[in-house]
């Protein structure tokens, strides 16, 4: 029998599947606009070249139905997705707006899912902005891990507007991204 897709290891996420301008939800110079950007590193800390990083997010407004059409958005329509390789030195990064919640006693936060080689299956995360520490303690998430892996899916303010989320896929306590799963 051939190997399915999730039995074989790429590298060749970051070749078939990005788009051009996957990567930015809305144009440069869109009021609102924020930069959300990072590292993929591995269990040693080196960068990964070649993982694949989605975002799906809500709206500004909380609403989910992001417009269709990702593909030919032409950065005009909110999607909710997006879609980049990292660069060669593990770099990332996404242009977007701010999300907005979209449920009670939930934080706004932007979903986010990492492809790699050597990993058979994608991994699920959260990015949390800095926001209000009411609501961030009132996560159903956030508040069911310990201090120090909570900090894992905090996004850091670099400088008004830009934001950094390093994900790294392996590591200590406090040091892997916590990743979520889904049944």
């Known amino acids: 029998m051939e190997p399915t897709p999730s039995q074989t290891v790429g590298p060749f996420y970051g070749h078939a599947l990005p788009f051009p301008g996957g990567g930015d939800l809305v144009e ?8 959300l950007r990072g590292l993929v590193l591995d269990g040693t800390g080196s960068p990964v070249p070649d993982a694949l990083v989605e975002i799906w997010q809500a709206s ?4 989910l139905s992001g417009v ?9 329509d909110f999607t909710g997705f997006a879609r980049v390789a990292t ?18 006693r939930t934080a706004p936060y932007l979903a986010v899912c990492v492809f790699a080689r050597g990993l ?7 990015a949390y902005l800095p926001q209000d520490a009411a609501a961030l303690a009132a996560d159903p998430v956030l508040s069911a891990l310990p201090e120090e ?3 894992t899916l905090l ?4 400088r008004p507007g830009v934001y950094r989320f390093d994900i790294r896929l392996q590591g ?3 040091e892997e991204t916590v990743f979520l799963e889904f049944s």
């Not at 869109?30 to 930069?35: F, I, Q, S």
């Not at 500004?60 to 609403?63: M, Q």
């Not at 660069?87 to 009670?104: E, F, K, N, Y």
């Open 28 to 35: 440069a110079g869109t009021p609102g606009a924020v930069t």
């Open 60 to 63: 500004a407004e909380g609403s």
């Open 68 to 76: 269709p059409g990702s593909l030919d958005r032409a950065g005009r």
């Open 87 to 104: 660069s060669a030195d593990g770099h990332w990064s996404v242009r977007t707006l701010r999300p907005g919640p979209h449920r009670a």
């Open 120 to 126: 058979l299956h994608h991994l699920f995360t959260r």
């Open 149 to 151: 892996r909570r900090a």
């Open 155 to 158: 996004a850091a303010e670099e």
């Open 172 to 174: 200590g306590a406090g």
